[in-house]
């Protein structure tokens, strides 16, 4: 069954002089529910504009982003940023957590905004900080850990609120390769528990964790890439991410 469907998706830029600029053309795919689905492409490829419009941070020119059949596009402004914050999970490169509160505080923050009770908060915190390694961390700040720390709380904080969709960008982008292989390893675990991610990267290492890879040049999808038992995923993707180099669809 899909959980996401992108259905023509366009998105047009007017820029200085009235000239107007496509980030996304024509792009359609779907995602199914637990599925677990990267997106590659070099800068300027429209990974970001995707990910924004996925994300219902920004209105499409055209086309449609579907979410359990809704569109994204038609929920009205004063009802959006709760349906953001009850079916979506975001992880950023930033992190994007306040530094005057504390980790455990960052994370229950989605839970205090929808007014959960403050004994199922504790439910839902706990044992998630135990899975992602981070219960004794939770009265530190942000300032106070390490970046790999600090990422783990935003995925405590993206996953808390049990989201439909997982959404990633660039999430290993500022972490050594160990702290970028703990989170891959979160991700991973999460998905084999059911859990639907998009995630968007420039890493080969962080793109063949998922089971499929679109790659988007010039704001169109031009390949994509599904894992097999026994093939070497690695070099499939990094060879679909040299091609684009190319200029080869």
Known sequence: M???????????????GGNRTAALQGVSFAVEEGEF????????????????????????TAG???????????????????????HLGFVFQDCSLLDTFSLGDNILLPLVLAKLPFSEMGSRLLPLAEELGITK??????????GGQKQRAAAARALITRPSLLLADEPTGALD??????????????????QTIVMVTHSVQAACRAGR?????????????RSHPGEDFY???ADGLAALGKGVA
Do not use: C
């Open 235 to 237: 070099r499939r993707v």
């Open 137 to 146: 961390l939770l009265n530190k700040y942000p300032w106070e850990v390490s």
């Open 177 to 194: 390769s160990r702290s970028a292989g703990e989170l891959l390893d979160i991700f991973q675990a999460e998905n084999r528990e059911g």
């Open 37 to 60: 689905v990267a997106i590659m492409g070099e800068s300027g490829s429209g990974k970001s504009t995707l990910l924004n419009l996925l994300a219902s941070l920004d209105r499409p």
């Open 64 to 86: 449609e982003v579907l979410l359990a059949g809704k569109d994204l596009a038609k929920i009205p402004g004063r009802r959006l940023s709760a349906f953001r914050r009850d």
């Open 213 to 225: 890879v679109l790659f988007l040049q010039d704001g169109q999808l031009v390949r994509e890439l």
């Open 2 to 16: 899909s959980l996401l469907e992108v259905r023509g998706l366009e998105k047009v830029y007017s820029i200085r």
